[in-house]
């Protein structure tokens, strides 16, 4: 028996950037071919035992002071924060997972962010060499002896890829290097570059993650082996063939033997029940290994009574015997209030999904994106869910299905009513579909609003570029900000009538529009040249109060309605009418 348990040991990474197909070198599995999308959608637990790290880092490491090491392959993709956060708060240390050919990406710094909230230790893999223009592989090999086979030009261009990703990581305040070239790894953080599609390099990170856990975490890790308490998460419900309904946890403190209570929490009350098997996975094998007990940090499937109703994402807990039963469900209860509670609005769109787990990734991905929730349930999409959506604003009539059927006479109302369902097994898709839907549907509000209203917008007569001087006056234009419209009335600096765009035209071709910075000839009858306008003079949009007003309205409900410059020349359009009324 070890006096220490197994690190939990959380791979994040950017969507692609390789985080699947590392594990998949590690445990010699499959699983990145069976995800939708090529995304893992829920965190999965990969428990590598002592002697295949030992063979894996027998380079480096001859002893290794815990049973193994517990992998949690959290998902790589923004849109999966909530289910990333909780793996980054169960990990003891982290590897950040980065696509050297292509360096830091938006779900990169959202992995930092999360590292740097839960202060948790980690190393860089600096992954995809494999893919470095004339690299030459070779499979399994330490990075030191891959690196010592390539041609100088390889090697430069791979010091240039290194050395400008360990330079972008200053900029979120980490001091990182080459593992080979650190002296002080309290102070530097370890960056290890592998293919884990060919295994180069995957041993030195093995070792840099053992050998780190022993050297640092050895405080965090050590257990009571008497504890008669089990804690953990639930990563997924399902049926076993040959077992019936099971649930896979992550026993991340203490024990859990055959025959424990079972405290889990659901929507309504926590269930009690009792272990009737603990199973564990064999590493490359279909065949399950049923145990009588299985100590923290490990991965494992648990069968009981009474579970059918447990849900990814919920808390468990395991005791010995009833006394102290009461107050275990009143701490799990506590735990979902805090945890699960969703802020609900009046007005908002409408979460369906399969698992409390999608339900909670999916709704915190809407509140950073700050769109209002009106309901989130697990289940179909129905009825009462179209109704529901029906009396709120355009922009929230709208139904997040993830993982979830829509019935044909369900969709057939949707389009009646007029409510968008985004129906998908991967929640990067569905975040994508309402931000087009939101795109095209303020393009459609602005077109209409085009037709009611006039929108700022400046233009400047050019130096020298007069090719007619009255009836019509024809000059060079400049736009400086704004959409400029055929017909739209013009006011000068001190606000006075400037008469009618007539038409405008670029090389020739006449537009009905001109978009800022675009250069075009324009013609007004009311211009005459010398008289009323002059080189270099610059004329605005007339706007009318009305106009101005609905402008605001529409600014203050959507701060992006305008660009910048717009809003400078509505600014400086209302200072004008303001000095000259």
């Known amino acids: 028996m070890f006096n220490y348990r197994q690190p939990i040991v959380c791979i994040l990474a950017h969507v692609d950037h390789g985080k699947t197909t590392l594990l998949d070198y590690i445990r010699h599995s499959s699983i990145a071919k069976k995800e939708a999308g090529g995304i893992t959608q829920h965190i999965g637990a990969s428990e590598i035992k002592r002697q295949a790290l030992l063979r894996l880092c027998s380079k480096y490491i001859k002893n290794i002071d815990f049973s193994g090491v517990l992998f949690i392959d959290t998902p790589g993709h923004e849109a999966f924060s909530y289910l990333r956060q909780k793996g980054g708060a169960l990990a003891d240390i982290s590897i950040l997972l980065i696509d ?45 002896d891959a690196f010592k086979a390539q041609e100088k030009n390889v090697k430069n261009d791979f010091e240039i890829k290194l050395y400008k990703l360990i330079g972008d990581l200053t900029q979120y305040g980490f001091n990182a290097d080459l593992y080979s070239r650190i002296t002080s790894f309290e102070n530097t953080i370890c960056t290890i570059p592998i293919s884990a599609k060919t295994g180069e390099g995957v041993s030195d990170l093995i070792s840099i993650v053992v050998g780190l856990s022993q050297k ?15 804690e953990g998460v639930i990563i997924e419900a399902k049926e076993t063939k040959g077992v019936g309904r099971t649930i896979d946890v992550i026993l991340y403190n203490g024990i859990v033997s055959k025959k ?6 659901t929507k309504d009350e926590p269930i009690v029940s009792k272990v009737k098997t603990i199973i564990k996975e064999q590493l490359g094998e279909k065949q399950n290994i049923y145990c009588n007990y299985a100590e923290a940090a490990s991965g494992i499937k648990i069968s009981a009574a009474n579970v059918d109703q447990l849900c990814v994402g919920f808390p468990v807990v395991f005791i010995k015997n009833k006394s102290n039963l009461e107050n275990e ?25 399969d698992t409390i787990g999608s339900i909670q990734a999916l709704c915190g991905i809407l509140k950073n994106k700050n769109i209002k929730i009106k309901s989130a349930d697990i289940g179909f999409v129905k009825k009462q869910d179209i109704l529901l959506c029906e009396a709120t604003e355009d922009k929230y009539k709208v139904i997040f299905a993830y993982n979830v059927d829509v019935d044909e006479d369900i969709k057939i109302l949707s389009k009646q009513k007029k409510i968008q369902i985004f129906k998908e097994k991967i929640i990067y898709n569905l975040i994508k579909k309402y931000d087009d839907y939101i795109d095209d549907l303020k393009k459609q509000q602005k077109e209409n609003l085009e037709k009611q209203i006039i929108f700022p917008f400046k233009i400047k007569l050019l130096d020298g570029c007069i090719f007619r001087k009255n009836h019509p006056f024809i000059g060079g234009f400049e736009i400086l900000c704004g959409v400029a419209k055929n017909n739209a009335q013009l006011m000068d600096e001190n606000g006075r009538n400037a008469g009618r765009i007539e038409q405008i035209q670029i090389n020739g071709k006449t537009r009905s529009t001109a978009q800022t910075e675009e250069k075009v000839a324009i013609s007004s009858n009311h211009f005459n040249f010398e008289k009323n306008i002059k080189e270099k003079q610059v004329f605005y949009s007339f706007l009318n109060n009305k106009n101005i007003e609905l402008l605001k309205e529409k600014i203050m409900q959507e701060s992006d309605y305008l660009s910048k410059d717009e809003k400078q020349a509505l600014e400086e359009i209302e200072e004008i009418k303001n000095k000259s009324s």
């Open 100 to 144: 050297i050919t292509e360096g830091i990406k938006p779900q990169t710094i959202e992995c930092i962010e999360i590292l740097k909230n839960n202060k948790t230790p980690f190393c860089i893999a600096a992954n995809k060499i494999d893919k470095i223009p004339g690299w030459v592989s070779l499979k399994n090999a330490c990075f030191e």
């Open 329 to 353: 469900i009143q701490l799990i209860k506590s735990k979902i209030i805090n945890e699960l509670s969703i802020k609900q609005d009046d007005n908002g769109v409408i979460v369906k999904a």
């Open 216 to 230: 640092y975490l050895k405080k965090n890790l050590e257990t009571n082996k008497t504890k008669s308490r089990g």
């Open 260 to 265: 424990d209570i079972i405290i889990a929490g």
